[in-house]
């Protein structure tokens, strides 16, 4: 299975943007759902954004408008731009497959903070 590396997070204020960006450890272009993740301290992990091979993508009602997600299959790299960052938005984010099964990597922690 492929594995996947995050990077990218960092502490912002609010309003401001991130950028992150997933490396998959082999060919991403054959997973046909990839998909960002994130965990609040308390919560359970949720998935925030998706896209397909063919490019169509879906995103949680709180990042609606605000989070874009993209994959270059190419560079086996999936990224999220993420605009009008909120403290709510403060998590750990993760990238993987969706519904395979396949491990999780260490996340980038994203905190929004005045």
């Known amino acids: 299975q492929v594995q996947f590396v995050e990077s990218g997070g960092a502490l912002v204020h609010p309003g401001e943007s991130l950028k992150l960006s997933c490396a998959g450890s082999g060919s991403i272009s054959s997973i046909y759902v990839m998909g960002w993740y994130r965990q609040a301290p308390g919560n359970q992990r949720e998935l925030v954004a998706r896209i397909n091979i063919p490019g169509v993508t879906n995103y949680a009602d709180s990042v609606l408008g605000r989070f874009t997600i993209l994959r270059d299959n190419a560079k086996n790299m999936l990224y999220l731009q993420m605009n009008s960052l909120k403290p709510e938005d403060t998590a750990v984010y993760y990238c993987?497959?969706?519904?395979?099964?396949?491990?999780w990597g260490p996340g980038t922690q994203v905190t929004v903070s005045p």
């Open positions: 993987n497959a969706v519904d395979l099964g396949y491990s």
